[in-house]
Nanobody
């Protein structure tokens, strides 16, 4: 069964760091565009960062709020993508999910068709 499994979320103080992991099973993650997204209650899911397949040069695209603080990467041997987050702010609190899509365009949810269940990140003092 094809699936994503996210992990690494938790409670962290403002200014802290976390690494989120998205492990793929049943398919080769590196063949697809991979995105990290987040969602809070009452709001739409929004893109955080995306990375294209290695065949398309692993191009990255970050939303403005993530630039300089978040880094998306992947390890083909572990079939896993990562989101490294630093200088976390209270407004970063959300459920973070990874998704797979065919082509990287604008790193928006509509471009992705397969999702993990998410991992909760809570930034609080």
């Amino acid at each position: 069964q094809d699936q994503f499994t996210e992990s690494g979320g938790g409670l962290v103080q403002p200014g802290g760091s976390l690494r989120l992991s998205c492990e793929a099973s049943g398919f080769i993650l590196d063949y697809y565009t991979i995105g990290w997204f987040r969602q809070v209650p009452g709001k739409e899911r929004e893109g955080v960062a995306c990375i294209s397949s290695s065949d398309t040069d692993s191009t990255t695209l970050y939303k403005e709020f993530a630039k300089g603080r978040f880094t998306i990467s992947k390890n083909k041997h572990h079939n896993t993508a990562y989101l490294d987050m630093k200088d976390l702010k209270t407004e970063d609190t959300a459920v973070y999910s990874c998704g797979a899509g065919a082509f990287l365009k604008d790193c928006i949810p509509a471009e992705f068709y397969y999702w993990g269940q998410g991992t909760q990140v809570t930034v609080s003092s």
